[in-house]
């Protein structure tokens, strides 16, 4: 897998970092990379085999794009792995560094129609508004 790794350390439990990364109500909270931007619904069926549909959109609703795919692997408070309905995989790993503290390494392979670069900011503006939104809720 010719994947793009990120990384960031959140000062929070692993429960509490896994519970509002799977839970759809705080996932309309935090999925979106620009404050201009929101996630207006969040469906998750959190097992193997399971889908997920999350819908971001500009707030001027100008521009919006759904991210869909399928659970292939699922370890509670670990791993989780699947495949977009573009067919690229994404592997997100909860590490827990010690009580209070999780690591979250996330990989995922880049569409072609955009640069590496572009979509690594995108993605990563993603996962540091979720490191934010869990460390202060």
């Known amino acids: 897998m010719d994947s793009v790794r990120m990384e960031i350390r959140i000062l929070e439990p692993v429960t509490k970092v896994w519970e509002y990364f799977t839970d759809p109500y705080h996932i309309r909270k935090w999925n979106f990379a620009y404050d201009k931007w929101y996630c207006p619904s ?3 069926d959190l097992r193997e085999g399971g889908r997920f549909s999350y819908r971001m959109e500009a707030k001027d609703r100008t521009f919006g794009l759904d991210f869909a795919g399928v659970f292939t692997e699922i370890i509670p408070m670990e ?17 827990k ?11 995922f392979e ?28």
């Open 79 to 95: 791993l989780i792995r699947f495949t977009l309905d573009d067919d690229r995989k994404v592997e997100i790993r909860f590490e």
């Open 42 to 44: 969040a469906e998750i």
């Open 97 to 107: 560094v010690d009580e209070d503290t999780t690591d979250i390494v996330e990989f």
């Open 110 to 137: 880049p569409e072609k129609e955009n640069s590496r670069e572009m979509q690594r900011e995108s993605w990563y503006a993603i996962l540091n508004n979720f490191h934010k939104y869990v460390e202060n809720h």
